[in-house]
């Protein structure tokens, strides 16, 4: 009797093991890793930074809006071009009548401290980057991709405002691709490089980064267009993101982590 009642028990623990239970039935929903934390953290210090340089580079153009080329430029040599906007500077000929509140102060302190910061970012992100392959993987152009149909192809796509298929969601195309080296590997070390170009201290210990330059007034000059190169990517950026699905990017880009396949709201 002990024997048959043990192989009825067995049995039916066997049986039920075989039944879904609800919380099996229950679909779930995939969650997969895009950005790591690294590359997360440092997007977010570099993104704050860069508006803080963006607002500070602002109000220091304010003090002088006159650019010029060579080593020297004041208010009695010609300028090379400036912007039509009043200065906060008295003795700076702009034609208004009228002057801006002068806040250079803690502009270029804020300027000086942010680039820093920016700067150590960045080496962090690019000594990161190569030691993990993040550049490898997933910056560099497939082979596939190096091709001028691929390349007219995805440009028409971005001009007609396409949705992102599925494979970009996880995977940059072509033009993100190419976007990020140049912005990584060319822009932002060029308007570091300008930057310090116009540091009297720096400029004292290595003249031959200006020189290159054409002096301290190129530097400057160039050092503004790079940053409107910088601020027109950004404002394409964010419209890219805004049109490929902006509560889910976003949701990649702070948790790192997101639903697949990922839903474009």
Not at 6 to 29: E, L, N, Q
Not at 95 to 107: A, F
Not at 137 to 142: D, E, G, I, V, W
Request: hydrophobic residues 50%; charged residues 10%.
């Amino acid at each position: 009797m002990p024997e048959e009642c043990a192989t009825w028990y067995h049995s039916r623990v066997g049986d039920s093991a075989c039944i879904p239970s609800a919380a099996s039935a229950v679909p779930t929903t995939t969650v997969t890793s895009r950005h790591s934390a690294l590359v997360r953290v440092t997007h977010w210090i570099t993104a704050v930074c860069f508006l803080a340089l963006l607002v500070s580079g602002a109000e220091i153009v304010a003090s002088h809006p006159r650019f010029y080329w060579g080593e020297t430029g004041n208010d009695l040599t010609p300028t090379l071009f400036k912007l039509p906007i009043p200065a906060s500077r008295a003795l700076v000929p702009t034609g208004y009548g009228y002057v801006l509140p002068d806040q250079n102060g803690w502009s270029r302190y804020l300027h000086f401290q942010s680039a820093w910061v920016v700067v150590l970012t960045g080496l962090l992100y690019i000594i990161s980057g190569l030691f993990t392959g993040h550049f490898r993987n997933s910056l560099l152009p497939l082979r596939a991709d190096l091709s001028w149909r691929a390349f007219s192809r995805a440009i028409a796509s971005r001009l007609r405002f396409e949705r992102s298929s599925e494979s970009e969601v996880w995977s940059y195309n072509l033009l993100q691709r190419l976007t990020y080296l140049i912005v990584i590997f060319v822009l932002f070390p060029l308007v570091i490089w300008t930057g310090l170009a116009m540091s009297p201290a720096f400029v004292s210990a290595v003249p031959a980064a200006v020189n290159v330059l054409g002096g301290q007034q190129s530097a400057r000059t160039l050092h503004f267009f790079v940053s409107l190169a910088l601020v027109l990517f950004l404002l394409v950026h964010i419209l890219m993101v805004w049109l490929a699905g902006f509560r889910s990017r976003m949701r990649a880009m702070i948790t790192g982590r997101v639903a697949a396949p990922m839903e474009r709201t």
